[in-house]
């Protein structure tokens, strides 16, 4: 394995474990879960693994196979996170800053050093999410030391599918099994989360952290966002001849930085106003929208509607009419398009080609803004969908789009 091996080069010594935590990309259920709401995703083929072994010092090394500088690893299109979050944290007293070799652009781990950090201020680019999760597990009052850890990943990058989070739980996995912590699976996702929200500063909800975490192959995982409660959700697409197509539209738009905060902060002020706790408490749709206006209005309309077509979507596939749930995916891109206005060009573009190329069913997947979009395609409709779109793209001069198709995948593991 590329990451114990790279370690062995670089550390001299055997790493104790290796974990690997997946991507995902999210059937339906978006922007639901930070108002108590409900949520669909399923883990990708892709992920981050993490090499590591414990330091009898607090100080903990970083390598990434893959970073190519700063910031390569940490983005994922979801709203782009800031750095703010990190320097205005507590250092942990332990001396000067020391950054040593921070390029670990050269490649397999034979002359790449390792980036050093024995003071959380020292993080930046894609160590962020590293560093923000031995952070939280320390703020947590967990006893946790140093480590030399590892990282090679291969989700897509820029596509919106969780490389963050996912190197997020494969170092928290890491440090749950050196340290013998015994959290679980929730738990480290919820770690992972306040790392991003309080370390790397992107108010993100649990979603990606809980799929990463708690997926199973085969499965989809629902997640009521307010219990916590989760269930492994059977997703057996290609007995029904059908799949998901991942079409990464290679775009995110960086202007729309900030959007994501500002999406929740208009549902948090929706909620006040119609005195809930959080939106996932409106029952009577008619009645709250018709004491809303605006940007609330819209954004309490698509939240509600979300909510109910995660639940139907649920009920089709318990029914085993799986090829039926094309029509929610596309309700809930137009209600993200008009009411949430979290797409942007590309991404409709995308889905709409899709369907026009035969796609039962299309929409952005994940934050918005760019990103990827999925397709539930039949098997024998998939090369005219992606002939559709690729043709779509080409006709606007835009770069032509990247397909993956997705089969839903296990969760974090341990590999060794
Ligand atoms: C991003 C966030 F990280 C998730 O928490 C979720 O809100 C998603 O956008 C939208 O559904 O991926």
Redesign the pocket.
Known sequence: MRAADAFRAVNGREPEGAWHAPGRV?LI??????NDGF?LPFAVPWGVTSAAARRDDDTLTLLSLQSDGAGSLGT?G??SPRTDGASSLRTDGSGSPRTEGADPSEGQGGDARPLVISEYGQAEGWARYAVGVLWALREAGHAVGGADIVIDGDVPQGA?L?SS?ALELAVAMAFNDLYELGLSGLDLALIAQKAENDFVG?P?????QAASALCREGHALFMDCRSLATRAVPLDLAAHGLRVLIIDTGVHHELADGQ?ARRRQDCENAAKRLGVDALRDVTDLAGALSRLDGDERKRVQHVVTENHRVQALIGLLRAGAVSEIGALLNASHISLRDQYEVSCPELDVAVEAAVRGGARGARMT??GFGGSAIALVADDREQRVRDEVTRSYESRGWAPPRFLPATPSPGAHRLT
Do not use: K, P
């Open positions: 999210n259920g978006e922007h639901t879960d930070y949520v994922d979801s709203g919106g969780s989070a992107m993100c909800g649990i979603m990606d994501y994940g934050g």
